[in-house]
């Protein structure tokens, strides 16, 4: 019997990976102790994780999953990046892939489904303070900061864009290979009392120099960014998995106690990522 579903996985899919499976078992992540990370991330950086996918077993208690065929890389490893886009005009792209990428999509070829948890932090350098104080509009999010000035929301979107192409781009080719169903897994929206993240992942240097935007300006580009994937997706006939509700505050935030780090979410937000994961897969049976 194969595997449940072929998951292609950056750091966001951390979180699910060690609330639901047996991962770590199967890897060694060594080197020496990074301080921009907690204990969830040590050792992501050096090089350690396998090349190419591996078997990990589904251990998380009622799962109707056996096992998952997993591709765990870090952004900027070895591999590098799925595809590298050269903007064109008009807004086209031309996509070169990478060879290793392609070769492994073609192994995955046939129905067992595709979950993606590629990329996502793009977004991030949004939540610092490097221009002016500004606001735009939101249709989700109403209300403006006060006596700042306003940016037309179509600008917004053509800065997310590329960023949802980063991600769009090599599921059209998961898509066109493998000819099997895809699930994209959205990051986290941004924490809520980012001042007091423990620790700061790569952008400490830049949160000294700059400080944050407030949590309202944060949550709009995240809003922006994962409306203009959602519609990117869909139209390539992909389905996304949107973060779960209980993990979010009030305001829409991801809450403290299922955040790592700065951008992350832990292993709590991992066990609400598998259900909500495992339903989709559930949705997919016959």
Request: charge should be negative; charged fraction near 20%.
């Amino acid at each position: 019997m194969g595997p449940a579903f072929h998951l292609l996985a950056h750091s966001h899919g951390v979180a699910f990976l060690d609330a639901a499976t047996d991962w770590r078992s199967r890897v060694t992540l060594g080197g020496p102790r990074d301080p921009r990370f907690g204990e969830t991330f040590q050792g992501w950086f050096n090089g350690t994780l396998p090349a190419r996918p591996f078997d990990v077993a589904v251990t998380r208690p009622g799962s109707a999953l056996g096992a998952i065929d997993a591709w765990v890389m870090p952004t900027g490893g070895d591999l590098g990046d799925l595809v590298r886009l050269t903007p064109q005009n008009g807004g086209a792209y031309d996509v070169q892939v990478h060879p290793t990428f392609r070769e492994v999509m073609a192994g995955w070829r046939g129905t067992t489904p595709v979950v993606s948890v590629i990329r996502g932090n793009d977004h991030a350098l949004t939540m610092l303070a490097r221009f002016p104080p500004y606001d735009f509009l939101d249709p989700d999010l109403p209300g403006v900061i006060a006596g700042v000035p306003l940016i037309d929301e179509a600008i917004i979107r053509r800065f997310v864009t590329p960023w949802a192409e980063m991600v769009v781009q090599p599921l059209v080719v998961v898509r066109e290979v493998t000819g099997a169903p895809v699930a994209h897994v959205l990051p986290p929206p941004p924490r809520e009392n980012a001042e007091g993240a423990p620790y700061r992942e790569v952008l400490g240097d830049v949160i000294r120099e700059f400080g944050f935007v407030p949590e309202s300006l944060r949550l709009k580009w995240y809003r922006c960014y994962a409306r203009v994937l959602a519609e990117r997706l869909a139209a390539i006939g992909c389905e996304t998995i949107f973060p779960p509700a209980e993990s979010l505050n009030a305001d829409g935030l991801l809450r403290e106690d299922f955040a790592e780090g700065l951008t992350h979410g832990n292993r709590r937000y991992g066990e609400r990522l598998a259900v909500a994961i495992e339903d989709w897969i559930a949705g997919r049976r016959p």
